[in-house]
């Protein structure tokens, strides 16, 4: 089987460069949804959609580069935050009303993002803790894991650390939101906690049975 770094690769050089053919099935899907999302985007933005897709793929293949010591040059910030998909799934956001339209509000996307960025990157990380917990090569190569073992403090510390930045971090965004858009960014951060505990993927049901998973 192709490792996760093989498959960024391959996808990488087939979906996201027009002069070579696709030959699976991933880069084609990839190549059929920017095809789709088109029609209802500037050009400006579908470039920098496809850039922010680019560079977590990108992300995907340093992170295979860490140590299980967690001790390398190549574990930082700066990897993390390319290869956390963040900035591509937080600028979705701006299809949901027009009032977030990625062109037409520049100057909230410009100050947003690095928020954005971490309020998904810190939630994710604290709310994948069990699954990870689970599969010892998950939890080793974590984020809050890798924090830990770097700074030498509990695990415990650097999840409740890492939760309150991106409890921070949402409180920002939410204060940088115009009247219009201030709802819209409030669902957006509760609906991404709601996925990650109600997603059959982060098993939190095994410990709350009354979450009842949403992909039955």
């Not at 850039?51 to 190549?74: K, Q, Y």
């Not at 027009?98 to 960025?117: I, T």
């Not at 940088?176 to 990650?196: I, K, M, N, S, T």
Request: glycine fraction near 6%; hydrophobic fraction near 40%.
């Amino acid at each position: 089987m192709q490792s996760r770094a093989g498959r960024a690769e391959a996808v990488l050089q087939e979906a996201l460069l027009p002069e070579r053919p696709p030959s699976r099935p991933a880069s084609r899907y990839l190549r059929h949804v920017f095809a789709q999302l088109a029609p209802f985007c500037e050009p400006a933005f579908l470039a920098v959609y496809r850039g922010f897709l680019r560079n977590a793929l990108i992300g995907v293949l340093m992170e295979a580069e860490f140590t299980p010591e967690a001790s390398d040059g190549v574990d930082c910030d700066f990897v993390r935050a390319y290869n956390g998909f963040s900035q591509f799934w937080f600028v979705s956001l701006q299809f949901t009303h027009p009032g977030l339209d990625a062109c037409g509000n520049r100057a909230f996307w410009s100050a947003a993002l690095p928020s954005g960025v971490t309020f998904l990157n810190d939630l994710n990380d604290v709310l994948s803790c069990y699954k990870e917990a689970l599969d010892g090569t998950d939890f080793a190569g974590s984020r809050l894991y890798r924090i830990s073992m770097r700074e030498g403090i509990p695990y415990q510390a650097v999840a409740r650390r890492t939760l309150a930045g991106g409890l921070a971090a949402r409180d920002r965004l939410l204060a940088l939101a115009a009247d219009d858009q201030h709802p819209h960014v409030e669902r957006y951060a509760a609906g991404y906690v709601y996925f990650h505990l109600r997603c059959r993927r982060y098993r939190w049901n095994d410990i709350y049975p009354g979450l009842t998973p949403t992909d039955t």
